[in-house]
């Protein structure tokens, strides 16, 4: 993520994401959708 606006943002999509994978939760799968990317 180069020239990213918002790192904080980015890492929490990225976090989320990551958590997404390793336990498929629909709520955070809402959350990471709501999340600009």
Do not use: C, Q
Request: aromatic content about 2%.
């Amino acid at each position: 993520a180069s020239g990213a606006p918002r790192p904080a943002v980015d890492a929490m999509a990225e976090a989320a994401r990551l958590w997404d994978r390793v336990v498929p939760r629909p709520g955070l799968r809402t959350l990471a959708d709501l999340l600009p990317t």
